[in-house]
């Protein structure tokens, strides 16, 4: 399996434009999760899905940012519109959810978005 | 006070040495550990993972779980410069799909 996929692994935009990263899940894997990691704050959660259905988007720092996943194989996360303190690598992880204990999740390669 | 606990470091050992990396959690009902490796610039993997109370040994790694305590720690015997990195302690509710991360410790080995 090539692991988690994320798309683009690089984006730089300007305040105030639409920003989608999306990302393919390991095939068989039931949770996802969408992360940001800056230096300040570390690695947040922002959302994750269970079986395609968002289970906690407490993280979601504002109406700003929204996420999909309209498939087992595929999900987005969007903002619209950005801003500069947007600026951080976000990571897609997906698990498998099995009985009672929680599996290892898998991250992908993160894209680094700078909003300028 | 944060969920999970970890000193932030930097934590610098000598090559060949022991590095002792700490955790704590606040939540009693957490089942599953987690340790994750993050060299700079790349993405978290996952190095051990701990469900029981004692210790788990994986080669050089020997993550130690003690849950009345509430403190979960990986030991690195026989310390490499390739060893050097953030580590990141994960702790996850039985039936939960997320995992609460702490903000990580970064480990120097120095040759």
């Known amino acids: 399996d090539a692991g988690v996929i994320q798309s683009p692994r690089h984006e730089v935009t300007e305040m105030g434009q639409e920003v989608t990263l999306r990302c393919k899940p390991i095939?068989?894997?039931?949770?996802l999760f969408w992360y940001r990691q800056t230096m300040m704050r570390g690695l947040e959660l922002l959302i994750y899905?269970?079986?395609?259905?968002?289970?906690?988007d407490s993280g979601m720092p504002e109406d700003r940012f929204s996420a999909k996943m309209p498939n087992a194989s595929f999900s987005t996360l969007k903002i619209q519109p950005s801003e500069p303190r947007d600026s951080a690598v976000y990571f897609c992880?997906?698990?498998?959810?099995?009985?009672?204990?929680?599996?290892?999740?898998?991250f992908g390669q993160g894209t680094r978005l700078t909003v300028v | 006070q944060k969920e999970v606990e970890q000193n932030s470091g930097p934590l610098s050992v000598p090559e060949g040495a022991i590095a002792s990396l700490n955790c704590t959690y606040s939540?009693?009902?957490?089942?599953?550990f987690f340790w994750y490796r993050q060299y700079s610039g790349k993405s978290p993997e996952l190095i051990m993972f701990?469900?029981?109370?004692g210790d788990k040994e994986d080669g050089r790694f020997t993550a130690q779980l003690n849950k009345a305590s509430q403190y979960v720690s990986l030991l690195i015997r026989d310390s490499q410069p390739s060893d050097s990195a953030t580590y990141l302690c994960?702790?996850?509710?039985?039936?939960?799909?997320?995992?609460?991360f702490g903000d990580g410790t970064t480990l120097t080995v120095k040759p």
């Open positions: 992880a997906s698990s498998l959810l099995w009985q009672d204990l929680g599996t290892e999740a898998f």
């Open positions: 095939s068989g894997h039931n949770s």
């Open positions: 899905f269970n079986n395609n259905v968002p289970i906690d």
């Open positions: 939540d009693r009902g957490s089942q599953s």
């Open positions: 701990i469900y029981s109370n």
């Open positions: 994960a702790v996850k509710r039985p039936n939960a799909g997320k995992s609460t």
